[in-house]
């Protein structure tokens, strides 16, 4: 190749990794369309509804008619729908258009569904990133906006550039049901702990304490949540709960009491009764003398297939 057709092959190369297509045009695929578009990508949109498109399109967007164009469009699809489901109504429109496309999914998705979902993308062709952003549409393309990616090393590391543009981006391995494990992890750890706020706080009103009043001891617990996961995280991982800072006969007794605090304030007990219910199966299984930790050991298995005090492959009853 002559010096003059390598460097038209590089601009070529360099258009094409600047140009994107985004699928689904929700609160978040309008933000993400949005801010390629201010990087100066060439950025291809389609959504079902295509009143969604006018938006990106008056902000400079190309719209294209069909799912086909879409993907014909760039080599890099974005995509940001509702679940799994919505991806392959809408990609069966057009899987002839699959082949050399890097998928990269956005939308919500578990470890399991993001596998097969790369099996059948390659089945296509295509190769298949998947993605989980902590972030709301807001924050997009903001400072502290993050990701989870996993799949294809290739493929991710031809694309990273771009999809910074969106976020930070942590790559967790070629498993595609990676990004998706560490996303819903945080959510588990996110949801559970939002719950239990909104409960201290419906707690605090029963006693005429409000949600600005509480915040500052609230916060002051989840300050400390850092350094209590950080002594915890090695003896979890030794696989070692010993007694020697909390006993869960104690970590029990507390529970107890924050249950029938809820209940003499007349509020909702369902989330203190559903800990109690650990806490009690931890100690009848014979765990009152471990770490509150020893409590992983129960919730490593399905309670339904533990039972009460049934024995478990975890040495645990
Ligand atoms: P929305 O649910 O508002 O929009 C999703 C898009 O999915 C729309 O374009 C919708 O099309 C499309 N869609 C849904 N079902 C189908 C279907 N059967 N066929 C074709 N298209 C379909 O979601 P958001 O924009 O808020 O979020 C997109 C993804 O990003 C979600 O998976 C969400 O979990 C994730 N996410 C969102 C965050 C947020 O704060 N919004 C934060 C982090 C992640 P139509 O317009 O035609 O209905």
Known sequence: MGRQEAQKAQAAQEAAVRAVTVIGLGPMGRAMASTFLGKGYRVTVWNRTAGKADEPAAEGAERAATVHDALAASELVVLSLTDDHAMYAVLEQATEALSGRVLVNLGSHTPQSARDASRWASSHGAAYLTGGVLASPPGIGKPGAAAFYSGPKEAFA??????????????????????ALYYQAAMDLFWTTVLGWLHALALADAHGVSAAELLPSASSVLAGMPDFLAFYTPRIDAGEHPSDIDRLAMGAASVDHVLRTARDAGVDTSLPKAVLDVFRRGTAAGRADDSVTSLIELLKVPAEVAGPVAGSKHGLR
């Open 158 to 179: 031809t694309h990273r550039e771009a999809l910074e543009v969106l976020t930070a981006t942590d790559y967790r391995g070629a498993d595609p049901g990676l990004a």
